[in-house]
Nanobody, 124 residues
Framework: QVQLVESGGGLVQAGGSLRLSCAAS????????MGWFRQAPGKEREFVAA????????FYGDSVKGRFTISRDNAKNTVYLQMNSLKPEDTAVYYC?????????????????WGQGTQVTVSS
């Protein structure tokens, strides 16, 4: 039983930056990893980034590597996604997810809990 609440989405101009937050509550002690996915209209949900909670290992999707950074705040049970050099193709609903056990980090089916999503729109 983990609840996830995303925040920080909005409208930004191409080249700008935005930071998303995902606050976890409930039985967060069971969380092995946190991930970010995104989904644009007419497209499949795409892996963006993941973090292994206990050690801080991070992984990124090819489309965002070098521009996005995932990080954590243990005291706040919060994961962040810092997005820089935003492009119009980054426009999507961004979802936070939590995984309760070890395994692959890049597939949405491997995650147990999901937030409601937050809209990110990048204008050109």
């Amino acid at each position: 039983q983990v609840q996830l609440v995303e925040s920080g989405g909005g409208l930004v101009q191409a080249g700008g930056s935005l930071r998303l937050s995902c606050a976890a509550s409930g039985r967060t002690f069971s969380t092995y990893a946190m991930g970010w996915f995104r989904q644009a209209p007419g497209k499949e949900r795409e892996f963006v980034a993941a973090l292994v909670w206990s050690v801080g290992y991070t992984f990124y999707g090819d489309s965002v590597k070098g521009r996005f950074t995932i990080s954590r705040d243990n005291a706040k049970n919060t994961v962040y996604l810092q997005m820089n050099s935003l492009k119009p193709e980054d426009t999507a609903v961004y979802y936070c997810a939590a995984k309760s056990g070890p395994g692959t980090l890049r597939y949405r089916a491997a995650y147990d809990y999901w937030g409601q999503g937050t809209q990110v729109t990048v204008s050109s």
